[in-house]
Nanobody, 124 residues
């Protein structure tokens, strides 16, 4: 059974750091991308960052460029999101997502598998 297991997140003061991780298991085909999305109540889910392994391409939303860094392990089954200089507006439920045919990296409809979400709360 395909699974995406998320860890990390929590409560941090503005300016602080957190690291999220996402580990994929049970997939019988090669994933070509793993990404992070976030959502706050009443708003649409938005892309934060992603890695497209097949293109060696990383995507970052403008709002997180220079503050967040996405990386993966050599096996390309675990992806990390290092979040530095966190702001209150980064507060959201963060989801890990994976797909086998991702092209753009920021469209949630390209990702077929989703983690359960982990809360990130940044206090001012």
């Amino acid at each position: 059974e395909e699974r995406l297991v998320q860890s990390g997140g929590g409560l941090v003061q503005a300016g602080g750091s957190l690291r999220l991780s996402c580990t994929a298991s049970g997939f019988t085909f090669d994933l070509n991308a793993i990404g992070w999305f976030r959502q706050v109540p009443g708003k649409e889910r938005e892309a934060v960052s992603s890695i497209i392994f097949s293109d060696d391409y990383t995507y970052y939303a403008d709002s997180v460029k220079g503050r967040f860094t996405i990386s993966s392990n050599n096996a390309k089954n675990t992806v990390y999101l290092q979040m530095n200089s966190l702001k209150p507006e980064d507060t959201a439920l963060y989801y890990c997502a994976a797909g086998g045919t991702v092209v753009q990296g920021y469209d949630p409809y390209e990702f077929d598998y989703w983690g359960r979400g982990t809360q990130v709360t940044v206090s001012s």
